[in-house]
């Protein structure tokens, strides 16, 4: 399969520019990316963000795959660079009624500082917005996580609200933000042109 196109026109109102690094794309989440996945996902350190216990077995990892893998709620990439896995991206929670979807990224530690998760969210939420025809994209992100907050604020997203003592990290309850992105706002289009202004 095919990785997603990673760079478009945004047209001239988009909110951002983009350097995409060469050689990233994005691609299905395969059964043979699951140790990949596994090796991420107990990793204290990276889980702490996406609040969650950082264990889980990868037998486990492998039946969750086999009860999802048809599931049209949620869509799961392989972050690509060159050849090698760099990260994980996830819509999940897709919602057809209301046209929304969660999203969630990890950039492994050997790949950061390279402007993947930039170039990454910008090609998820291509897919999310160009593929899917979704509406919007919402994630919730540690407030203390200035660095990622910003990140997601270059690529569009704004904050719409605080969760205060959302989750448990680190022997504390700790505040998210919720912040969202618009198809309009990711595809730069004004709400009276999609009709021709009729």
Known sequence: ??????????????????MAPT??????LERDDLAFVHGLSNDSGIMSY???????????????YDRHI??????RFVIDLDGERAGLV????IDYIHRNAEFQI???????????AAAATSAALDHAFGVLNLHKVYLVVDVENHRAVRAYERTGFVVE????????ASGRYRDAHRMAILQRDHLGRDPEGLDGGA
Do not use: C, K, S
């Open 70 to 75: 048809h599931d049209n709620r949620e869509r």
């Open 90 to 93: 996830e819509l999940v929670e």
């Open 50 to 64: 996406w609040f969650e216990e950082p264990y889980e077995a990868l037998v486990e990892l492998q039946g969750i």
């Open 23 to 28: 050689g990233m794309r994005l691609r299905a």
């Open 161 to 168: 609200g605080t969760l205060r003592e959302e989750y448990f």
């Open 106 to 116: 990890i950039v492994h530690p050997d790949f950061q500082g390279r402007g993947l």
């Open 1 to 18: 399969m095919a990785g997603l196109p990673l760079l478009r026109d945004p047209g001239p109102g988009a909110r951002r520019a983009l």
